[in-house]
Protein backbone atom coordinates (compact mmCIF):
# COMPACT_ATOMS: atom_id res chain seq x y z
CA UNK A 1 0.00 0.00 0.00
CA UNK A 2 1.32 3.66 -1.00
CA UNK A 3 2.14 6.05 1.98
CA UNK A 4 2.88 9.46 2.61
CA UNK A 5 6.21 11.10 3.04
CA UNK A 6 6.43 12.21 6.45
CA UNK A 7 9.20 14.11 8.20
CA UNK A 8 11.45 13.24 11.40
CA UNK A 9 13.59 15.23 13.19
CA UNK A 10 13.55 17.74 10.33
CA UNK A 11 14.59 14.89 8.03
CA UNK A 12 12.51 12.97 5.04
CA UNK A 13 10.98 9.52 5.72
CA UNK A 14 10.00 8.24 2.00
CA UNK A 15 8.06 4.93 1.50
CA UNK A 16 9.24 2.49 -1.02
CA UNK A 17 5.81 3.09 -2.07
CA UNK A 18 4.42 7.08 -2.24
CA UNK A 19 1.75 8.73 -2.55
CA UNK A 20 2.20 12.03 -4.58
CA UNK A 21 0.30 14.56 -4.88
CA UNK A 22 0.06 16.72 -8.26
CA UNK A 23 -1.71 19.86 -9.65
CA UNK A 24 -1.99 19.14 -13.78
CA UNK A 25 -2.33 22.83 -14.37
CA UNK A 26 -3.72 25.71 -16.25
CA UNK A 27 -3.06 25.66 -19.96
CA UNK A 28 -0.05 23.73 -21.21
CA UNK A 29 -0.67 21.51 -18.10
CA UNK A 30 -2.87 19.29 -19.86
CA UNK A 31 -0.30 18.35 -22.52
CA UNK A 32 3.28 18.11 -20.29
CA UNK A 33 2.02 16.93 -16.85
CA UNK A 34 0.39 13.58 -18.39
CA UNK A 35 4.11 13.16 -20.36
CA UNK A 36 5.63 13.77 -17.11
CA UNK A 37 4.13 11.19 -15.16
CA UNK A 38 4.59 9.10 -18.12
CA UNK A 39 8.15 9.59 -18.02
CA UNK A 40 8.95 9.25 -13.71
CA UNK A 41 6.45 6.10 -14.15
CA UNK A 42 8.97 4.79 -16.43
CA UNK A 43 11.85 5.72 -14.84
CA UNK A 44 11.18 4.32 -11.62
CA UNK A 45 9.93 1.19 -12.95
CA UNK A 46 13.39 1.01 -15.37
CA UNK A 47 15.27 2.08 -11.54
CA UNK A 48 13.97 -0.50 -9.49
CA UNK A 49 11.76 -2.75 -10.86
CA UNK A 50 8.48 -3.82 -8.62
CA UNK A 51 10.24 -2.83 -5.31
CA UNK A 52 9.34 1.33 -5.63
CA UNK A 53 6.61 3.05 -7.06
CA UNK A 54 4.28 6.40 -7.59
CA UNK A 55 0.47 6.17 -6.91
CA UNK A 56 0.00 9.50 -8.20
CA UNK A 57 -3.22 11.70 -6.62
CA UNK A 58 -4.60 14.73 -8.18
CA UNK A 59 -5.24 18.31 -6.75
CA UNK A 60 -6.57 21.16 -7.81
CA UNK A 61 -5.81 24.68 -8.31
CA UNK A 62 -6.29 27.28 -11.19
CA UNK A 63 -9.13 26.99 -13.38
CA UNK A 64 -9.70 23.56 -12.74
CA UNK A 65 -10.37 24.02 -9.01
CA UNK A 66 -12.79 27.13 -9.79
CA UNK A 67 -14.81 25.01 -11.95
CA UNK A 68 -15.32 22.34 -9.74
CA UNK A 69 -15.21 23.82 -6.02
CA UNK A 70 -15.56 28.10 -7.05
CA UNK A 71 -12.14 28.43 -5.43
CA UNK A 72 -9.19 28.91 -7.38
CA UNK A 73 -6.92 27.38 -4.51
CA UNK A 74 -9.17 25.82 -2.27
CA UNK A 75 -7.85 25.08 1.28
CA UNK A 76 -7.85 21.61 1.07
CA UNK A 77 -5.35 21.82 -2.19
CA UNK A 78 -3.33 23.73 0.54
CA UNK A 79 -3.51 21.26 3.11
CA UNK A 80 -2.42 18.42 1.04
CA UNK A 81 0.50 19.79 -0.63
CA UNK A 82 1.53 20.33 3.10
CA UNK A 83 0.47 17.29 4.71
CA UNK A 84 2.04 15.16 1.58
CA UNK A 85 4.90 17.12 1.61
CA UNK A 86 6.95 16.34 -1.80
CA UNK A 87 4.16 17.53 -4.68
CA UNK A 88 4.72 18.94 -8.49
CA UNK A 89 2.40 21.22 -10.24
CA UNK A 90 1.83 21.90 -13.63
CA UNK A 91 1.50 26.31 -14.40
CA UNK A 92 -1.16 28.12 -13.04
CA UNK A 93 -2.60 31.15 -14.67
CA UNK A 94 -2.16 34.51 -13.33
CA UNK A 95 -4.53 37.84 -14.64
CA UNK A 96 -2.25 40.80 -15.20
CA UNK A 97 -3.05 44.01 -13.22
CA UNK A 98 -6.24 43.12 -10.96
CA UNK A 99 -8.05 40.01 -10.69
CA UNK A 100 -7.14 36.92 -8.69
CA UNK A 101 -3.71 37.42 -6.77
CA UNK A 102 -0.91 35.04 -8.53
CA UNK A 103 -1.79 31.73 -7.32
CA UNK A 104 1.95 30.70 -7.66
CA UNK A 105 3.38 33.17 -5.16
CA UNK A 106 0.47 31.96 -3.14
CA UNK A 107 1.34 29.04 -3.15
CA UNK A 108 4.96 29.85 -1.65
CA UNK A 109 3.66 32.41 0.73
CA UNK A 110 1.02 30.18 2.61
CA UNK A 111 3.26 27.45 2.88
CA UNK A 112 6.19 29.06 3.59
CA UNK A 113 8.48 28.10 0.54
CA UNK A 114 11.30 30.79 1.23
CA UNK A 115 13.15 29.20 -1.38
CA UNK A 116 12.79 28.66 -5.13
CA UNK A 117 15.68 26.11 -6.72
CA UNK A 118 16.39 26.29 -9.81
CA UNK A 119 19.25 24.00 -11.59
CA UNK A 120 20.66 25.17 -14.92
CA UNK A 121 22.43 22.89 -16.85
CA UNK A 122 23.05 21.71 -20.18
CA UNK A 123 22.01 18.75 -21.57
CA UNK A 124 22.16 19.09 -25.08
CA UNK A 125 19.42 21.67 -25.67
CA UNK A 126 20.37 24.71 -28.21
CA UNK A 127 22.65 27.42 -26.51
CA UNK A 128 24.06 30.84 -27.44
CA UNK A 129 27.05 29.97 -25.58
CA UNK A 130 29.96 29.09 -27.41
CA UNK A 131 30.67 26.60 -24.77
CA UNK A 132 27.10 25.78 -23.04
CA UNK A 133 29.00 22.77 -21.29
CA UNK A 134 30.31 25.18 -18.95
CA UNK A 135 26.92 26.10 -17.13
CA UNK A 136 26.25 24.22 -14.17
CA UNK A 137 24.52 26.70 -11.75
CA UNK A 138 22.04 26.43 -9.04
CA UNK A 139 19.77 29.95 -8.39
CA UNK A 140 18.41 29.78 -5.36
CA UNK A 141 15.45 32.91 -5.71
CA UNK A 142 14.23 34.32 -1.80
CA UNK A 143 10.15 33.42 -2.16
CA UNK A 144 8.42 35.61 0.50
CA UNK A 145 9.85 39.05 0.32
CA UNK A 146 10.85 42.12 -2.45
CA UNK A 147 8.61 44.11 -4.45
CA UNK A 148 6.63 40.33 -4.54
CA UNK A 149 5.18 40.78 -1.10
CA UNK A 150 2.40 42.07 -3.05
CA UNK A 151 2.01 45.11 -0.62
CA UNK A 152 1.50 47.86 -3.08
CA UNK A 153 -1.28 50.50 -3.80
CA UNK A 154 -2.78 51.99 -6.93
CA UNK A 155 -2.02 55.74 -8.42
CA UNK A 156 -4.99 57.58 -7.08
CA UNK A 157 -5.88 55.51 -4.33
CA UNK A 158 -6.77 56.78 -0.89
CA UNK A 159 -4.44 53.93 0.48
CA UNK A 160 -2.13 55.70 -1.72
CA UNK A 161 -2.58 59.00 -1.08
CA UNK A 162 -2.34 58.42 2.75
CA UNK A 163 0.94 56.96 2.64
CA UNK A 164 2.52 59.35 0.32
CA UNK A 165 1.26 61.76 2.71
CA UNK A 166 3.02 60.43 5.43
CA UNK A 167 6.16 60.33 3.36
CA UNK A 168 5.88 63.96 3.22
CA UNK A 169 4.60 64.73 6.52
CA UNK A 170 6.86 61.62 9.07
CA UNK A 171 9.38 60.93 7.28
CA UNK A 172 10.93 64.19 5.27
CA UNK A 173 10.21 62.61 1.52
CA UNK A 174 10.00 65.91 -1.13
CA UNK A 175 7.69 65.84 -3.50
CA UNK A 176 10.07 66.19 -6.06
CA UNK A 177 10.60 62.35 -5.23
CA UNK A 178 7.49 61.22 -4.92
CA UNK A 179 5.12 62.94 -6.75
CA UNK A 180 1.28 62.90 -5.06
CA UNK A 181 -0.24 60.87 -7.62
CA UNK A 182 2.23 57.79 -7.72
CA UNK A 183 1.55 54.06 -7.19
CA UNK A 184 2.94 52.90 -4.21
CA UNK A 185 5.30 49.23 -3.81
CA UNK A 186 6.65 48.14 -0.63
CA UNK A 187 9.81 46.23 -0.65
CA UNK A 188 10.29 44.52 2.41
CA UNK A 189 13.45 42.52 3.37
CA UNK A 190 14.52 40.81 6.55
CA UNK A 191 17.57 39.61 8.35
CA UNK A 192 15.48 36.36 9.66
CA UNK A 193 13.99 35.26 6.05
CA UNK A 194 17.55 36.45 4.61
CA UNK A 195 19.79 34.31 6.38
CA UNK A 196 17.45 30.89 6.31
CA UNK A 197 17.91 31.34 2.42
CA UNK A 198 21.00 31.54 2.31
CA UNK A 199 20.93 28.83 4.71
CA UNK A 200 19.82 26.90 2.69
CA UNK A 201 22.19 27.53 -0.45
CA UNK A 202 25.18 27.06 1.74
CA UNK A 203 23.89 23.96 2.85
CA UNK A 204 22.79 23.06 -0.83
CA UNK A 205 26.40 23.80 -1.69
CA UNK A 206 28.02 20.91 0.53
CA UNK A 207 25.41 18.87 -0.18
CA UNK A 208 25.90 19.03 -3.57
CA UNK A 209 29.57 19.11 -3.97
CA UNK A 210 29.53 22.96 -5.43
CA UNK A 211 32.56 25.29 -3.99
CA UNK A 212 31.11 28.66 -5.37
CA UNK A 213 28.31 30.80 -3.54
CA UNK A 214 27.43 34.09 -5.36
CA UNK A 215 25.03 36.65 -3.24
CA UNK A 216 23.46 38.81 -5.92
CA UNK A 217 22.31 42.23 -4.83
CA UNK A 218 21.59 45.71 -6.23
CA UNK A 219 23.13 46.98 -2.72
CA UNK A 220 25.07 49.83 -4.02
CA UNK A 221 21.28 51.59 -4.92
CA UNK A 222 18.74 49.79 -2.47
CA UNK A 223 21.21 49.66 0.65
CA UNK A 224 18.78 48.62 3.36
CA UNK A 225 16.78 45.85 1.76
CA UNK A 226 19.52 44.52 -0.80
CA UNK A 227 22.65 45.95 0.83
CA UNK A 228 20.93 44.29 3.87
CA UNK A 229 20.40 41.01 2.13
CA UNK A 230 24.44 41.38 1.03
CA UNK A 231 25.66 41.74 4.38
CA UNK A 232 23.28 39.59 6.06
CA UNK A 233 24.49 36.83 4.12
CA UNK A 234 28.38 36.96 5.03
CA UNK A 235 26.77 36.79 8.67
CA UNK A 236 25.76 33.74 7.65
CA UNK A 237 29.02 31.95 6.75
CA UNK A 238 30.15 33.09 10.08
CA UNK A 239 28.07 30.89 12.21
CA UNK A 240 28.80 28.01 13.91
CA UNK A 241 27.18 25.27 11.33
CA UNK A 242 29.72 27.45 8.46
CA UNK A 243 32.46 29.49 10.13
CA UNK A 244 35.20 27.10 9.51
CA UNK A 245 34.27 26.03 6.12
CA UNK A 246 33.15 29.04 4.58
CA UNK A 247 35.77 31.28 2.59
CA UNK A 248 35.60 35.07 1.19
CA UNK A 249 36.93 36.55 -1.95
CA UNK A 250 39.40 38.09 0.46
CA UNK A 251 40.45 35.33 2.30
CA UNK A 252 40.68 33.29 -0.59
CA UNK A 253 43.29 35.73 -2.16
CA UNK A 254 45.40 36.53 0.99
CA UNK A 255 45.20 33.43 2.48
CA UNK A 256 44.52 30.63 -0.28
CA UNK A 257 46.50 32.30 -3.25
CA UNK A 258 43.18 32.04 -5.40
CA UNK A 259 42.44 28.05 -5.40
CA UNK A 260 39.50 27.14 -3.23
CA UNK A 261 40.52 24.56 -1.23
CA UNK A 262 38.97 21.16 -0.60
CA UNK A 263 35.96 20.94 1.47
CA UNK A 264 36.08 24.39 1.52
CA UNK A 265 33.03 26.71 0.01
CA UNK A 266 33.63 30.33 -1.31
CA UNK A 267 31.10 33.26 -0.56
CA UNK A 268 31.12 36.51 -2.65
CA UNK A 269 29.26 38.80 -4.11
CA UNK A 270 28.33 40.10 -7.00
CA UNK A 271 26.04 43.57 -7.97
CA UNK A 272 23.14 42.47 -10.20
CA UNK A 273 23.86 44.04 -13.41
CA UNK A 274 27.21 42.94 -13.50
CA UNK A 275 26.10 39.25 -12.67
CA UNK A 276 24.14 39.53 -16.07
CA UNK A 277 26.78 39.90 -18.00
CA UNK A 278 29.24 38.14 -16.22
CA UNK A 279 26.98 34.63 -16.58
CA UNK A 280 27.24 35.09 -20.12
CA UNK A 281 31.25 36.17 -20.20
CA UNK A 282 32.76 34.26 -16.95
CA UNK A 283 30.07 31.30 -17.20
CA UNK A 284 32.31 28.23 -15.60
CA UNK A 285 32.50 30.97 -12.36
CA UNK A 286 29.45 30.68 -11.42
CA UNK A 287 27.87 27.91 -9.49
CA UNK A 288 24.95 28.69 -6.63
CA UNK A 289 23.57 32.26 -7.30
CA UNK A 290 21.71 33.34 -4.08
CA UNK A 291 18.87 36.25 -4.72
CA UNK A 292 16.20 38.37 -3.71
CA UNK A 293 13.07 37.86 -4.87
CA UNK A 294 12.70 39.85 -8.06
CA UNK A 295 17.11 39.44 -8.85
CA UNK A 296 15.73 35.64 -9.25
CA UNK A 297 13.18 35.89 -11.23
CA UNK A 298 15.27 37.68 -13.90
CA UNK A 299 18.30 35.26 -13.77
CA UNK A 300 16.36 32.71 -13.47
CA UNK A 301 14.90 33.30 -16.99
CA UNK A 302 18.37 34.37 -18.15
CA UNK A 303 19.85 30.73 -16.85
CA UNK A 304 16.95 28.94 -18.96
CA UNK A 305 18.07 30.89 -22.30
CA UNK A 306 21.69 29.55 -21.95
CA UNK A 307 20.63 25.37 -21.91
CA UNK A 308 17.77 25.54 -24.42
CA UNK A 309 14.81 27.94 -23.19
CA UNK A 310 11.94 27.91 -20.74
CA UNK A 311 11.12 24.21 -21.83
CA UNK A 312 14.32 23.21 -20.24
CA UNK A 313 14.44 25.14 -16.63
CA UNK A 314 13.41 22.89 -13.85
CA UNK A 315 12.56 24.40 -10.50
CA UNK A 316 11.11 23.75 -7.02
CA UNK A 317 9.83 25.62 -3.95
CA UNK A 318 11.59 24.38 -1.03
CA UNK A 319 10.56 25.57 3.07
CA UNK A 320 12.26 23.45 5.54
CA UNK A 321 10.67 20.69 4.33
CA UNK A 322 7.99 20.80 2.44
CA UNK A 323 8.82 21.14 -1.25
CA UNK A 324 6.38 21.79 -4.48
CA UNK A 325 8.39 21.02 -7.65
CA UNK A 326 7.31 23.13 -10.76
CA UNK A 327 7.45 24.09 -14.40
CA UNK A 328 9.55 27.37 -14.71
CA UNK A 329 7.39 28.76 -17.42
CA UNK A 330 3.41 29.85 -17.90
CA UNK A 331 0.49 28.04 -19.26
CA UNK A 332 1.74 29.30 -22.87
CA UNK A 333 -2.26 29.56 -23.44
CA UNK A 334 -1.81 29.57 -27.32
CA UNK A 335 -0.68 26.13 -27.23
CA UNK A 336 -2.77 24.63 -24.45
CA UNK A 337 -3.88 21.07 -25.88
CA UNK A 338 -2.64 20.97 -28.87
CA UNK A 339 0.35 18.51 -28.09
CA UNK A 340 3.12 20.75 -29.21
CA UNK A 341 5.31 22.31 -26.02
CA UNK A 342 8.48 21.00 -24.74
CA UNK A 343 7.36 19.28 -21.35
CA UNK A 344 11.05 19.51 -20.18
CA UNK A 345 11.22 21.25 -17.61
CA UNK A 346 8.16 19.97 -15.57
CA UNK A 347 10.12 16.30 -16.76
CA UNK A 348 13.48 17.82 -15.18
CA UNK A 349 11.71 19.03 -12.27
CA UNK A 350 10.54 15.99 -11.01
CA UNK A 351 13.97 14.41 -11.62
CA UNK A 352 15.22 17.03 -8.90
CA UNK A 353 11.80 15.82 -7.07
CA UNK A 354 12.93 12.45 -7.36
CA UNK A 355 16.73 13.35 -5.99
CA UNK A 356 15.37 15.17 -3.01
CA UNK A 357 13.07 12.21 -2.33
CA UNK A 358 16.46 10.21 -2.61
CA UNK A 359 15.43 8.27 -5.56
CA UNK A 360 18.18 9.15 -7.07
CA UNK A 361 18.88 6.18 -9.56
CA UNK A 362 15.65 7.20 -11.19
CA UNK A 363 16.63 10.59 -11.65
CA UNK A 364 19.53 9.61 -13.70
CA UNK A 365 17.69 7.76 -16.00
CA UNK A 366 15.74 10.46 -16.93
CA UNK A 367 18.74 13.05 -17.32
CA UNK A 368 19.78 9.82 -19.35
CA UNK A 369 17.09 9.83 -21.32
CA UNK A 370 16.66 13.43 -22.29
CA UNK A 371 20.76 14.13 -22.93
CA UNK A 372 20.26 10.75 -25.57
CA UNK A 373 17.28 12.00 -26.96
CA UNK A 374 18.66 15.77 -27.69
CA UNK A 375 22.26 14.26 -28.78
CA UNK A 376 19.84 12.68 -31.82
CA UNK A 377 18.28 16.56 -31.90
CA UNK A 378 15.45 15.13 -31.83
CA UNK A 379 12.93 17.13 -29.48
CA UNK A 380 9.76 19.48 -29.81
CA UNK A 381 9.26 22.75 -31.98
CA UNK A 382 11.43 25.45 -29.39
CA UNK A 383 14.56 23.12 -29.47
CA UNK A 384 14.23 22.34 -32.84
CA UNK A 385 13.75 26.27 -33.67
CA UNK A 386 16.98 27.09 -31.99
CA UNK A 387 18.75 23.68 -33.41
CA UNK A 388 17.85 25.21 -36.90
CA UNK A 389 19.68 28.65 -35.59
CA UNK A 390 22.33 27.19 -34.73
CA UNK A 391 22.80 25.58 -38.89
CA UNK A 392 21.98 21.85 -37.77
CA UNK A 393 19.85 20.30 -40.30
CA UNK A 394 18.86 17.43 -39.33
CA UNK A 395 16.87 18.14 -36.12
CA UNK A 396 13.61 16.48 -36.17
CA UNK A 397 10.35 17.88 -34.34
CA UNK A 398 8.52 16.04 -32.20
CA UNK A 399 5.07 16.44 -30.32
CA UNK A 400 4.71 16.78 -26.38
CA UNK A 401 4.24 12.88 -26.22
CA UNK A 402 6.40 11.50 -28.82
CA UNK A 403 9.03 13.46 -27.11
CA UNK A 404 8.30 11.59 -23.49
CA UNK A 405 8.04 8.34 -25.36
CA UNK A 406 11.78 8.73 -26.76
CA UNK A 407 13.26 10.13 -23.64
CA UNK A 408 11.60 6.92 -21.90
CA UNK A 409 12.90 5.07 -25.05
CA UNK A 410 16.55 6.32 -24.43
CA UNK A 411 16.97 5.41 -20.81
P1 LIG B 1 4.73 31.52 -20.73
O1 LIG B 1 3.43 30.84 -20.52
O2 LIG B 1 5.90 30.97 -20.02
O3 LIG B 1 4.99 31.54 -22.29
C1 LIG B 1 5.87 32.43 -22.94
C2 LIG B 1 6.53 31.77 -24.13
O4 LIG B 1 7.55 30.92 -23.68
C3 LIG B 1 5.63 30.87 -24.96
O5 LIG B 1 4.85 31.59 -25.87
C4 LIG B 1 6.68 30.00 -25.63
O6 LIG B 1 7.41 30.74 -26.59
C5 LIG B 1 7.65 29.77 -24.50
N1 LIG B 1 7.31 28.59 -23.69
C6 LIG B 1 6.74 28.55 -22.46
N2 LIG B 1 6.61 27.28 -22.04
C7 LIG B 1 7.10 26.50 -23.04
C8 LIG B 1 7.24 25.10 -23.20
N3 LIG B 1 6.85 24.23 -22.25
N4 LIG B 1 7.77 24.66 -24.35
C9 LIG B 1 8.16 25.49 -25.29
N5 LIG B 1 8.07 26.82 -25.20
C10 LIG B 1 7.55 27.33 -24.08
O7 LIG B 1 4.63 33.06 -20.30
P2 LIG B 1 3.47 34.11 -20.46
O8 LIG B 1 2.86 33.97 -21.80
O9 LIG B 1 4.09 35.38 -20.06
O10 LIG B 1 2.40 33.73 -19.35
C11 LIG B 1 1.20 33.00 -19.59
C12 LIG B 1 0.50 32.76 -18.25
O11 LIG B 1 1.29 31.93 -17.41
C13 LIG B 1 0.25 34.02 -17.42
O12 LIG B 1 -1.04 33.91 -16.86
C14 LIG B 1 1.32 33.99 -16.36
O13 LIG B 1 0.95 34.68 -15.20
C15 LIG B 1 1.42 32.52 -16.08
N6 LIG B 1 2.70 32.10 -15.49
C16 LIG B 1 2.67 31.08 -14.60
C17 LIG B 1 3.84 30.60 -14.05
C18 LIG B 1 3.77 29.44 -13.08
O14 LIG B 1 2.74 28.83 -12.95
N7 LIG B 1 4.84 29.11 -12.39
C19 LIG B 1 5.07 31.14 -14.43
C20 LIG B 1 5.09 32.17 -15.38
C21 LIG B 1 3.89 32.64 -15.92
P3 LIG B 1 7.13 30.81 -28.19
O15 LIG B 1 5.82 31.49 -28.35
O16 LIG B 1 8.30 31.61 -28.68
O17 LIG B 1 7.12 29.44 -28.72
Avoid at 159 to 179: I, N, T
Avoid at 187 to 197: A, L
Wanted: aromatic share 8%; charged share 25%; with cysteine.
Amino acid sequence: MAEKIRVEQGKLVVPDHVVLPYIEGDGIGVDITPAMIRVVNAAVEKAYGATRSIEWMEVYAGEKAYQKTGSWLPEETLETLRSYVVSIKGPLTTPVGGGIRSLNVTIRQRLDLYSCVRPVRWLGGPSPLKDPSAVNLVIFRENTEDVYAGVEWSSGSEEARKLVEFLYREMGVSDRVVVPDAGIGIKPISPERTKRHVRKALRWAFEHGYNRVTLMHKGNIMKFTEGAFRNWGYEVAKEAEFADRVITEEELWDRYNGEIPEGKVLLNDRIADNMFQQLLTRTSEYQIIVTPNLNGDYISDEGAALVGGLGMAPGANIGDAVAVFEATHGTAPKYAGKDKVNPGSLILSAAMMLEYMGWKEAATRIYEGIRNTLAEHKGTYDLVRGWKKEGITDAVELSTSAFAEEIIHHM
